[in-house]
């Protein structure tokens, strides 16, 4: 079992920046993939990046290069770093674990998922 809680979201200006923490407790936390997802309003969720137990990263790649997803395994927490935000960027955005390390862009992939942390970004 694997529980998943989502911090450090806000209301930031355009071209600012936030970064998402996400603390997973389990003592599997290092063999599980990660992944963000996130939701606008009206929408449905959208994969936004994951990362493997061995680190590898994987983006959609409309937010490549202004989203970085990285994982403390000593914390048991994985990050979302966002820098350049823009208004379309503004949604709940939630972390999920998966207990398989390909095929991690579809929400079926995931076998937890967190509450989620609101991110509203401001013209």
């Known amino acids: 079992q694997v529980q998943l809680v989502e911090s450090g979201g806000g209301l930031v200006q355009t071209g600012g920046s936030l970064r998402l923490s996400c603390a997973a407790s389990?003592?599997?936390?290092?063999?599980?993939?990660m992944g963000w997802f996130r939701q606008a309003p009206g929408k449905e969720r959208e994969f936004v990046a994951a990362?493997?137990?061995?680190?590898?990263?994987y983006y959609v790649d409309s937010l490549k290069g202004r989203f970085t997803i990285s994982r403390d395994k000593a914390k048991n927490t994985v990050y979302l770093q966002m820098n350049s935000l823009k208004t379309e960027d503004t949604a709940v955005y939630y972390c999920?674990?998966?207990?398989?390390?390909?095929?991690?862009?579809?929400?079926?992939?995931?076998?937890?998922w967190g509450q989620g942390t609101q991110v509203t970004v401001s013209s």
């Open positions: 389990g003592r599997t936390f290092s063999s599980y993939a």
């Open positions: 990362i493997t137990g061995s680190a590898s990263t």
């Open positions: 999920a674990a998966s207990s398989r390390d390909w095929g991690l862009r579809p929400l079926y992939a995931y076998n937890y």
